[in-house]
């Protein structure tokens, strides 16, 4: 007994605490033990991982979580679910609810954790928010090494893409700084209540040490989106309101050893921060 919810203890909790799910919080609950097993098998967290959900909602997930790591942070926006959440710990797991921590909070406004700091983002991330979100959780929390989030299948598809796809963009490129990302299966509708009318996909990163010769983030992202602002010119032209006109540009993207006449959409992140790095040359 791993203490996993069904959807008859799902919809009996929603009930209970008269939670309907809104479109607004983007509240899709998982109620398939299965999915739940599959998502905390593919994380691949150890036992001394510390993890970090966001919008555990019912807590699906979020006792899976507690079955192998040593630590979970649960950020939830909604305050009745984040109240029940810790007494559905104790009762679906007695042995580990000590090890849950449940946080009150917007995702996006997220700036530290309390110790043990988290290791592993891993969630059923809101539609509406999932890239800003994933993206500033990394910019933030330096102590993620790793993560895995269930997300739009659409969106998934852009996280992973790589240069010269057409779905290739600005989530693609600031993903790749931050680290090495995957596509780790498709997620069905039928998985959840209430039942999206899209497929869902995960998606696995790995953080990768930076030394990116001191280029900083933002000067890099700046870049990306400058060239994705426009994506069908070349990045002469695109990055002209960037560099300071065309002819500057022209010269950073020549001192980065790329061809001004490429597209944004061609370019790998290397190559982002080399035109960074050249423009403070």
């Known amino acids: 007994m791993d203490g996993l919810l069904g959807p008859a203890e799902i919809r009996e909790l929603a009930a209970g605490l008269g939670v309907s799910p809104t479109k ?7 109620h398939d ?24 909602g019912l807590g699906s997930l979020t006792l899976g979580l507690l079955g192998v790591a ?3 942070h649960a950020v939830e926006i909604d305050p009745v679910l984040a109240a029940r959440l810790p007494q559905t710990a104790a009762e679906r797991l007695p042995g580990r609810a000590d090890r849950l921590t449940v946080h009150l909070q917007d995702a996006l406004k997220v700036t530290t954790l309390p110790d043990p700091a988290p290791t592993a983002l891993v969630a059923n991330l809101p539609y509406n928010v999932a890239v800003p979100v994933v993206l500033h959780l990394l910019a933030t929390l330096p102590s ?13 598809d852009r996280l992973v893409a790589g240069p010269g796809s057409k779905i290739y963009g600005v989530p693609s490129v600031k993903l790749a700084w931050y680290g090495t990302a995957r596509a780790a299966g ?5 998985v959840f209540w209430p039942v999206p009318n899209v497929d869902s996909g995960l998606v ?7 030394p990116r010769g001191g280029v900083p983030r933002e000067k890099v ?14 990045l002469r032209a695109a990055l002209a309101g960037w560099a300071g006109g065309p002819d500057r540009a022209e010269k950073a993207l020549a001192a980065a050893g790329v061809d001004p006449r490429a597209r944004g959409e061609q370019l790998d992140v290397e190559s982002f921060i080399a035109i960074a790095a050249a423009a403070g040359s």
């Open 24 to 30: 607004k919080l983007g509240q899709n609950f998982v």
């Open 33 to 56: 033990p299965n999915t739940v097993r599959r998502i905390v098998a593919a994380a691949g967290l150890g036992p001394d991982d510390v993890a970090l959900e966001v919008g555990p």
């Open 70 to 72: 040593r630590h979970v």
């Open 144 to 156: 993620l090494r790793s993560g895995l989030v269930m997300v739009q299948k659409e969106v998934a």
């Open 186 to 190: 498709k997620v069905p509708p039928n």
């Open 204 to 210: 696995a990163f790995t953080r990768r040490e930076q």
């Open 221 to 234: 992202f700046a870049v990306v989106d400058a060239a994705f602002a426009q994506r069908r010119k070349t």
